[in-house]
């Protein structure tokens, strides 16, 4: 089945670095979704994309859909403590039910 | 705030008891898809309903049933619970013309003992 696999799987950062990380996939998505989930909460949409190619920004966040259409990138700049949790790409299957990738989760020091 | 909301926040069973869990949607949504979260992993998909129809399912057995109301409610049944059940259970809601834009609930917290 079609599978979204997350890169790294954690990050130790210190506050105002820049993070970088990557959602994979074997077959093809239409859509990809950036999600991020605070402990014991719902996972909350931070940006969508629907082209390839297509580069998008939603403050210090910044996600590509790769050209593939078999990944897509987000990037947070200039770190901060509340940027802690765990990060989802997410997109839909061939029918049309929402997979998710594994996570990313990230740490931030102060 | 994404307008999607859930109860209980928390809940405890006993093993073999059955369990309902409550979603209320974005008002106008259509569409409303439950997913089981194990700790440490990511949501895995349970089913979707579109217009009160059942449209989609994932891996999981026939004791997960679920319901959708006209008034953008909807409910997720677990019969014959066991520990593996335990899981944070999100619900989730879109408008299905605007392909995959899924808001979340706070989600319900599970535990099977």
């Known amino acids: 089945g079609q599978q979204l696999n997350q890169s790294p799987q954690s990050m130790f950062i210190q506050e105002g670095e820049d993070v970088s990380m990557n959602c994979t996939s074997s077959?093809?998505?239409?859509?990809w979704l950036w999600y991020k989930q605070d402990p014991g909460e719902g996972p909350v949409l931070l940006i969508a994309?629907?082209?390839?190619?297509e580069l998008t920004s939603n403050g210090r966040l910044t996600a590509q859909f790769g050209i593939t259409r078999k990944d897509s990138f987000l990037n947070i700049s200039a770190s901060i403590p509340s940027d802690v949790g765990i990060y989802f790409c997410?997109?839909?299957?061939?029918?049309?039910?929402?997979?998710f990738g594994t996570g990313t989760r990230l740490q931030v020091f102060p | 705030e994404t307008g999607v909301t859930q109860s209980p926040t928390h809940l405890i069973k006993t093993r073999g008891q059955q369990v309902t869990l409550r979603c209320s949607s974005q008002?106008?949504?259509?569409?409303v898809s439950w997913y089981q979260q194990a700790l440490g992993q990511g949501p895995q998909f349970i089913f979707q309903?579109?217009?009160?129809?059942?449209?989609g399912r994932g891996n999981f057995p026939p004791r997960f049933s679920g319901l959708q109301f006209p008034n953008y409610s909807s409910e997720l049944n677990v019969n014959a619970l066991e520990l593996d059940d335990s899981a944070l259970y999100l619900c989730?809601?879109?408008?299905?013309?605007?392909?995959?834009?899924?808001?979340f609930g706070q989600g319900t917290r599970l535990t099977v003992v």
């Open positions: 989730a809601s879109r408008w299905q013309g605007k392909d995959t834009e899924a808001f």
């Open positions: 077959s093809i998505f239409n859509t």
């Open positions: 994309l629907y082209k390839a190619g």
């Open positions: 997410a997109g839909p299957s061939n029918t049309d039910k929402l997979i």
């Open positions: 008002s106008g949504h259509n569409t």
């Open positions: 309903y579109y217009r009160e129809e059942e449209n």
